[in-house]
């Protein structure tokens, strides 16, 4: 399994910007797609966005298109969120996942995951 550690979280207002990142390393090499989840306490881990790796391709949320960003550093074995226009429904611990042989929206979809890290959109 990859190891994941996510950064980059804190306190935004409202309409705001905020970056996240996740490392990817230990079988980093062999890494499928990347992607992110967001958990709000008493919910279910919720899709946000994906990359797969070989095609460069993604795919996003419905509830993020148009604001969200999710890029990769190759070189850095690094995936990126950036996120525009925040809004106070976005506020969550945002979790990175990455598999070696898939992808999907679903959490079981994914086999590694970060620990995590909060964001906070106040209002």
């Known amino acids: 399994q990859v190891h994941l550690v996510e950064s980059g979280g804190g306190l935004v207002q409202a309409g705001g910007s905020m970056n996240l990142s996740c490392a990817a390393s230990g079988g980093s090499s062999s890494t499928y797609a990347m992607g992110w989840f967001r958990q709000v306490p008493g919910k279910e881990r919720e899709f946000v966005a994906l990359?797969?790796?070989?095609?460069?391709?993604?795919h996003y949320a419905d509830s993020v298109k148009g604001r969200f960003t999710i890029s990769r550093d190759n070189a850095k074995n690094t995936v990126f969120l950036r996120m525009n226009s925040l809004k106070p429904e976005d506020s969550a611990v945002y979790f990175c996942?990455?598999?070696?042989?898939?992808?999907?929206?679903?959490?079981?979809?994914?086999?590694?995951w970060g620990q995590g890290t909060q964001v906070t959109v106040s209002s």
């Open positions: 990359l797969i790796w070989s095609e460069d391709s993604t």
């Open positions: 996942a990455a598999d070696s042989r898939r992808v999907g929206v679903r959490e079981r979809d994914w086999g590694s």
